[in-house]
């Protein structure tokens, strides 16, 4: 069994566990170290490199300043006592390989690698990145019995940066003195609400024209599959590493911020039995409150449709795990 690298972590600070040591891991590992926030425990399958990138950053915390320290390991004992574990492991779909597939491939990694984590850190809180986002958080749920308010999925906190920034880009704003809100899955069916995005209080509504926000919706859609297209190889990583540290961070120092992310609906929105993007408040007890906005017709049928594609890829998802 491969041992683990570095210092052991101090007792006195928050501790969080990466699962999965790709570009999202490491980068989120770096920014909770380099941040102050926590420990950090970064676990892989693959020997080396968990301990390798471990290594690299504890020999930057001379120049960086902070005296957080990191374990790198492919061994889930190290990841005992963790007050948030993020699991981002998994793969991307490549060519030839059908939803089936992948999703097949993902529900086994990520369920496993849950359990294992819940041996350990019963008491956690568990963000799910691993793509597909709606369904992983789901299942990690489901295989868990962790209660509902632990377990919570990244992508609305993405998806309404990626249209924040967008925002900010056509206006010539600060991003700073932009709010934005994308509800619903995470993918082609995600529904952002231009109404509830403002630049200082002021909708945007108000300040671009119908085909400019439409256009700015569509490139938040296609927010992730635009850097693929540009990068060639590979996806997304800083964006979403920053969506997943502040989701830990609200909950590390009990912000109870207001943010949009993945949750168990239990009829709110007229849904339930599923996770989906909606607003919630997150502190130190997982999920506090979800709200619910009022939606127009036609935003309330275009959550319902980002739901039913949510819960077909739930429903093949628990089948492939069965067969």
Not at 61 to 83: C, F, K, M, P, V
Not at 137 to 158: D, H, I, R, S
Not at 172 to 194: A, R
Request: aromatic share 4%; proline share 4%; glycine share 8%.
């Amino acid at each position: 069994m491969s041992k683990s690298l570095t210092l052991p972590l101090c007792n006195k600070f928050p501790k969080v566990s990466i699962i999965g040591a790709g570009n999202v891991g490491k980068t989120l590992a770096q920014r909770i170290i380099e941040r102050n926030l926590a420990n950090a425990c970064l676990l892989d399958i693959v020997e080396g490199l968990p301990q390798g990138i471990a290594l690299d950053l504890m020999e930057a915390r001379g120049l960086e300043l902070h005296n957080r320290n990191i374990i790198g390991t492919n061994d889930y004992q190290d990841t005992a006592n963790s007050d948030v574990v993020v699991i981002t492991a998994g793969v991307a779909r490549k060519p030839g390989m059908s939803r089936e597939d992948l999703l097949k491939i993902n529900a086994k990694i990520v369920t496993e690698a849950a359990q294992k984590c819940l041996v350990y850190s019963p008491n956690a809180l568990y963000l799910v990145i691993t793509n597909p986002l709606d369904v992983m958080t789901y299942l990690v749920w489901k295989t868990t019995n962790l209660p509902c308010e632990k377990v919570v999925g990244m992508a609305g906190v993405l998806d309404s940066a990626r249209l924040q920034a967008f925002i900010a880009m056509e206006l010539g704003v600060s991003v700073t003195d932009v709010q934005s809100m994308v509800l619903g899955g995470h993918g082609d069916l995600m529904l952002p609400l231009p109404r509830y995005c403002t630049v200082s209080g002021i909708p945007i509504t108000e300040l671009l024209d119908d085909i400019t926000i439409n256009k700015l919706v569509q490139r938040t859609r296609d927010g992730g599959a635009e850097i693929i297209k540009l990068l060639k190889t590979g996806s997304a990583y800083y964006a979403p590493a920053s969506s997943a540290f502040y989701m830990i961070e609200s909950v590390l120092l009990n912000q109870s911020r207001l943010l949009p992310a993945a949750v168990y609906l239990q009829g709110e929105y007229g849904l339930n039995d599923l996770y989906l993007g909606v607003p919630c408040r997150l502190g130190c007890s997982g999920v506090e409150q979800i709200l619910q906005l009022n939606l127009t017709d036609e935003e309330k049928q275009a959550l319902q449709i980002s739901a039913r594609s949510v819960r077909d890829n739930i429903n093949l998802a628990l089948t492939t795990m069965r067969n």
